[in-house]
Nanobody, 114 residues
Framework: ELQLVESGGGMVQPGGSLRLSCTTSRFTFSSYGMAWVRQGPGKGPEWVSNIDTGGGTTDYADAVDGRFTISRDNTRNTLYLQMNSLKPEDTALYYC???????WGQGTLVTVSS
């Protein structure tokens, strides 16, 4: 069974940093673009960022551009999201998503609070 497993979430103060990871298995990771999507409390899903198969092309939502960096390691079948200068409005469950949106991980919770 295909797996996407996020980790790295937690509680951090405003201005802090976290690095999320998404380890994948049972599909050819290097053949798929990947994305991060988040869902804040009481909100719908919000696209955060995506990356192409080779990692050379990335896109970001305006809300995170300049603060978050998406990357991938195709040798480790792992997707990353480096989050800096975190704000309370970044509080959300963060999901790793396979490119077409057909498979999602279970999510990792990020809480930004003082």
């Amino acid at each position: 069974e295909l797996q996407l497993v996020e980790s790295g979430g937690g509680m951090v103060q405003p201005g802090g940093s976290l690095r999320l990871s998404c380890t994948t298995s049972r599909f050819t990771f290097s053949s798929y673009g990947m994305a991060w999507v988040r869902q804040g409390p009481g909100k719908g899903p919000e696209w955060v960022s995506n990356i192409d198969t080779g990692g050379g092309t990335t896109d970001y939502a305006d809300a995170v551009d300049g603060r978050f960096t998406i990357s991938r390691d195709n040798t480790r079948n792992t997707l990353y999201l480096q989050m800096n200068s975190l704000k309370p409005e970044d509080t959300a469950l963060y999901y790793c998503v396979r490119g077409p949106g057909d498979f999602w991980g279970q999510g990792t919770l990020v809480t930004v609070s003082s």
